[in-house]
């Protein structure tokens, strides 16, 4: 087939001759001088080619076309550095060529075309796309129209677009509505309208498959929609993490050439019942108590996250608990050996053989490697009992602008396991040490007080003195003291998942002055007695339970991006900048 597309002639940029080259995987012009000598070659991989109109076409920031017989643009991407960032931003590069005649112009359209359709099967043509107006700044909807918009329209993919007017909208419409013939879901927001996607696409996967969401030891089907994330919220941890900038031209670009990351997603369960799914952050301690603060601060803006984890370091507060874990194999990779999940990870790609397996009993043997959940391999499972300042769980490193290495640095995208991180009661400066440690390069988990586990799935309960004073105040938080009342919110959970669970957060949201009652939960830097019990953050939502227990699903979801890129794949770009300078100058 490469053969087949082949085709080489003299084209020109400005005023100077290029000699172009189209071998099917890569589109390359070397500009040849008055006697006939090859200066620099551009090269562009097939596959990160946007798209190629006729005439010369501008996109962005207005599309205009200057209609000429003897032209055609090719559009592609361009990478830059992002600065503070890790990772790479993204940008529309342009150019425009000039050929001898209509007939070689068409020609090259032709060929340019059917490589992108040879050499990029995966890329999406109809998609769902959901627009939080609320999130971040308000500005979801300038946002896809001003910058996604036109390049969507650029590459021939038409989306289905649906403006939010109320929270679980999305999730409500992805588990009703009829989606056939659609290759993917795009999210116009944060890291809540992502997870609002996230419930939506895994309750509807297995429902389809007729599998019991609440049953921890059931493998959950993968789902066959790819998710994009166009950052537009408050909060844009996974669009972080996944593709390592905050960028919607970038995302957009990722989606459009059909970008594929497989991304772990974790369950969490209480008293049989499915409460909710994480990929980033399960918190308990401090992670918890900062939520439950902000909560109260939401005037405040984005500002209340550090406001309100100001006020909970001063607070000053351990809880005493049970963590147990089921360890990963440490033989795989470990989360104090130093590496970085970065695109194209060799302990990920390993571990999608080692967690879909090519055998006709593939799924046999996943039920029984997760059989281990049951309480017939107890001896399996590792016991702590302590006072702690933080428990959490993250499935990826959980970076953000202002912890750039995250949670875990060497925590894995898509290798089946989590980190478990447990920071012991310490003293008050070495707990700000551990977290100032987030802000920089050093090693927070060097600490004598902090322990880091790679694990398959872990538990956490009260101790046995702590239980019933704990229902007491986490019925306080949640309004609900009566412990019949407790019970059957429990059973309503377990008989409908997730999806009972969302609507009855969206419920508490619609009741403010009623959550105001709750505060007795954070009762300030003067209360003479501190909480017994703290709540679970569970991506940036409450959850009212204390005991719960987790497991991670290995790739179960695929989100359109390709993992964190290093500085290393700007090389080939960096004369394509050069080569735009050059013809601007010569316009």
């Known amino acids: 087939m490469e053969t087949d597309l082949r085709l080489e002639s003299s084209l020109w940029i400005g005023n100077k001759r290029y000699r172009a080259v189209l071998t099917g995987w890569h589109f390359n012009w070397t500009e040849v001088d008055k006697k006939n000598r090859n200066k620099k070659t551009i090269s562009v991989p097939v596959a990160e080619v946007v798209g190629v109109e006729e005439g010369r076409v501008e996109i962005l920031p207005h599309k205009s ?23 790479l931003l993204w940008r529309l590069g342009r150019t425009q060529f000039s050929c001898p005649s209509r007939v070689l112009r068409d020609q090259w359209i032709k060929h340019l075309r059917t490589a992108l359709k040879t050499h990029s099967p995966l890329r999406p043509h109809r998609l769902l796309v959901f627009i939080n107006p609320f999130g ?4 979801g909807r300038q946002i896809y129209h001003s910058l996604v918009a036109p390049l969507f329209e650029l590459a021939g993919i038409s989306a289905h677009v649906t403006v939010t007017d109320r929270a679980n909208q999305a999730r409500d419409y992805l588990l009703k509505k009829d989606l056939t013939g659609f290759d993917g879901v795009v999210c116009v927001g944060g890291d809540g309208m992502f997870s609002e996607i996230l419930h939506g696409l895994i309750g509807r996967t297995q429902q389809e498959a007729g599998l019991c969401e609440n049953d921890p030891s059931v493998t959950l089907q993968p789902c066959p929609l790819h998710i994009g994330i166009i950052p537009a919220g408050s909060t844009d941890c996974v669009c972080y993490a996944t593709v390592g900038v905050i960028d919607p031209v970038t995302s957009a670009l990722h989606i459009i050439i059909g970008d594929s990351q497989p991304l772990d997603v974790c369950s969490v369960h209480h008293a049989s019942a499915l409460v909710r799914y994480s990929v980033s952050l399960l918190g308990y301690g401090f992670y918890g108590d900062v939520l439950a603060e902000s909560e109260k601060h939401r005037w405040m803006g984005p500002l209340r996250y550090d406001y309100s984890g100001t006020m909970m370091y001063l607070s000053n507060r351990s809880y005493a608990g049970i963590v147990q874990y089921l360890p990963a194999d440490p033989l795989l990779s470990s989360p104090r050996d130093k590496t970085r999940c970065l695109s194209g990870c060799s302990v990920c790609s390993r571990s999608t053989e080692r967690l879909f397996p090519h055998s006709a009993d593939s799924a046999s043997m996943c039920s029984s490697h997760f059989s281990q959940l049951s309480c017939d391999s107890e001896d399996e499972w590792v016991s702590i009992k302590g006072q702690f300042r933080c428990v959490s769980l993250t499935c990826m490193s959980s970076s953000c602008p202002k912890s750039p290495l995250g949670l875990s640095p060497s925590a894995h995208l898509a290798d089946g396991t989590g980190d478990l991180i447990v920071v012991w009661d310490t003293h008050p400066l070495g707990f700000l040490k551990f977290l100032y ?9 060097d600490l004598p007080f902090v322990e880091v586990h790679r694990v398959k799935a872990f538990r956490f309960f009260l101790p046995s003195d702590k239980e019933e004073e704990g229902y007491e105040e986490i019925g306080s938080l949640s309004g ?33 002055n009623e959550q105001k009652t709750a505060s007795s939960f954070l009762c300030g830097l003067c209360c003479s007695k501190a909480p017994a019990v703290s709540v679970w953050n569970c991506d940036g939502e409450i959850l009212p339970f204390t005991d719960i227990l987790c497991r991670v699903h290995g790739q179960l979801v695929r989100l359109y991006a390709r993992g964190i890129e290093d500085g290393a794949a700007m090389h080939d770009f960096s004369e394509t900048e050069k080569s735009e300078r050059s013809r601007i100058l010569h316009k």
């Open 65 to 87: 076309v200057e209609d000429s017989d003897k032209d055609f643009t090719v559009c592609y991407v361009k990478r830059s550095s992002s600065g503070g960032s890790y990772g």
């Open 437 to 445: 440690r987030h802000t920089n390069t050093q090693d927070q988990f």
């Open 136 to 139: 971040g700044k308000r500005k």
């Open 480 to 512: 609900t003291v009566d412990k019949e009342e407790r019970v059957c919110s429990v059973e309503t959970v377990s008989r409908t998942g997730s999806q009972q669970y969302l609507v009855d957060r969206e419920v508490q949201r619609e009741k403010p």
